[in-house]
């Protein structure tokens, strides 16, 4: 696959679209460059030690494509939208196919789109303002991102690049929804697309990230970056349940200024393989991140999430809490690191994951970090895995439950912990519906 994949993205780079800028052209050359010198992870990288994407993608994908311009993004199954009031963003095949946001006040916020393809280039503004595409912030220069061959492939190859801006004081009335849709057109393909996200002082946005896959054995490649200025919120809950098997990677940047609060919570259960990564930087005083999340597996499916929680400022505070259920042959992975540097003095950071093993054949792979280089701080983190309490299910089958619905019970329970700390009582209330938990 490795000659397959370096000869494809070859003649992506000769037949680079001459429309494009000459400075985009370049640039894109030098990530797939660069993308070219390692190729997909393996376990030779620490960070893919667990997970050895080059294996899993040459073992479920024959000829994976790195272009087909025969995709469209017209067709997606309406069913899935959401039946409550909200704003929408929505993606078929990696492509853009409705921006919406009638709840919300046109002048306080910005929403641009680039859709690059072979040989045309489309911009698209639904709301002008200069400032925003001269000022908005690229985690390109993150020495982490330089680092990671699927940033590269995704800065060489992405042809779908929103960026949304929420303006100073301006608090989203409704949810922003995000439908990522694949249909059965989309077949051994890799979908790089980006997204930004740019809260100004004191704003506000709850976002919904919702995978629906009716397609099988592509790869898609996302990378989000976040920035959050002082005194801003941002909630957002990502969400992949529909059974699939596609592979994917989401890489989230999330930069948070003085005072503001980035609560995340993943909810992995749908595809054949699944990382999320997230990279958080505290770079101000008094802001804080929240990550929780429920890896939920079955058959042979294998997800991961990784975090890197960077304290880089005094009076910061970060949480993690994640736990797993894993049957049949599913296997779990959680990698999470607290780093505080020498100026993050006053730092609170609490790190947790469990994993419920509900078969023999199951693997759950943990590796906890802590790299602390200040004095004044309070830092923990643990990480259990174990089977049912045999004990609590005769409990509840001596109170009439049988024993399918003994273990469901103890299940529920243990997931529900997670749910918990959604703070949003709707999302909160539709998460549980699409996770079955009836109380």
């Not at 006040?105 to 303002?129: C, Y």
């Not at 809260?199 to 976040?226: A, R």
């Not at 802001?287 to 990784?306: D, M, Q």
Request: proline fraction near 1%; include cysteine.
């Amino acid at each position: 696959m490795e000659k397959q994949v370096k000869s494809d993205l070859i003649n992506i780079i000769k037949n680079l679209s001459p429309l494009e800028k000459e400075e985009d052209i370049k640039e894109r050359k030098h990530h797939l460059t660069e993308f070219l010198k390692t190729g997909f992870p393996n376990k030779r990288m620490e960070d893919w030690k667990f997970s050895d994407l080059n294996q899993i993608i040459s073992s479920n994908i024959k000829e994976l494509k790195f272009f087909d311009n025969n995709l469209d993004n017209t067709e997606y199954d309406q069913s899935n939208i959401l039946n409550f009031e909200h704003n929408k963003i929505i993606f078929t095949n990696g492509l853009v196919s409705k921006i919406d946001f009638c709840h919300e006040e046109k002048a306080r916020f910005e929403v641009m789109h680039n859709i690059t393809e072979t040989n045309t280039k489309k911009i698209s503004r639904l709301h002008h303002g200069d400032e925003f595409a001269n000022t908005y912030v690229d985690g390109r220069s993150y020495e982490t991102e330089e680092k990671n061959p699927l940033i590269l492939l995704n800065n060489g190859l992405k042809f779908t690049h929103i960026r949304l801006q929420v303006k100073k004081n301006y608090e989203f009335k409704k949810p922003l929804v995000v439908y990522n849709f694949t249909n059965q057109k989309l077949k051994s393909t890799a979908i790089n697309l980006r997204f930004d996200v740019e809260l100004k002082e004191n704003s506000f946005l709850k976002m919904i990230n919702l995978f629906n896959d009716d397609s099988d054995n592509n790869f898609i490649n996302i990378n989000h970056q976040y920035k959050i200025c002082d005194n801003a919120v941002l909630k957002n809950y990502k969400i992949d349940h529909k059974n699939n098997s596609n592979i994917k990677y989401f890489y989230n940047n999330i930069d948070l200024g003085q005072n503001s609060i980035a609560e995340n919570f993943i909810f992995s259960t749908g595809s054949k393989f699944l990382k999320n990564e997230i990279n958080c930087n505290l770079n101000d005083e008094y802001s804080s991140a929240f990550i929780n999340g429920i890896l939920n597996l079955k058959e042979s499916k294998h997800h991961e999430i990784k975090t890197n929680i960077n304290h880089r400022a005094a009076n910061t505070k970060s949480y993690q809490l994640v736990k797993s259920v894993l049957n049949d042959n599913s296997k779990g992975v959680y990698q999470g690191k607290i780093y505080v540097s020498r100026y993050a003095q006053k730092t609170d950071g609490y790190q947790l994951s469990k994993a419920l093993l509900l078969s023999e054949n199951t693997e759950f792979d943990a590796k906890p970090e802590l790299e602390i280089y200040a004095d004044d701080v309070k830092c923990s983190h643990g990480s259990t895995s174990g089977n049912l309490d045999e004990e609590a299910i005769f409990y509840f089958m001596s109170r009439g439950l049988n024993y399918k619905q003994s273990r469901e019970l103890l299940i529920n329970g243990f997931l529900l912990d997670v749910v918990e700390k959604i703070t949003d009582l709707e999302i909160k209330d539709l998460i549980k519906n699409i996770m079955g938990i009836k109380e």
